[in-house]
């Protein structure tokens, strides 16, 4: 079987932003998302690394 590309502009073969992660139990995924956090999620809080992981990602100040 072909090696499936990654599907995450961080490279990892996840899929879905940081609330579909979580709510996946993908805890290891979320940590390496969130390790350096940049922005925060306006509808669920959530602090991210990049704004491509967020649904509706704000500056976080």
Do not use: W
């Not at 090696?3 to 995924?29: D, F, N, W």
Request: aromatic letters at 2%; proline letters at 7%.
């Amino acid at each position: 079987m072909a090696e499936q590309a990654p599907t995450c502009a961080c490279g990892e073969r996840h899929h879905g932003h940081i609330c579909v992660l979580k709510s996946k139990g993908m805890t290891k995924e979320v940590e390496h998302l969130t390790n350096n956090p940049t922005v925060v999620c306006f509808n669920c809080g959530m602090e991210s690394n990049a704004a491509e992981n967020v649904c509706a990602p704000m500056p976080l100040e």
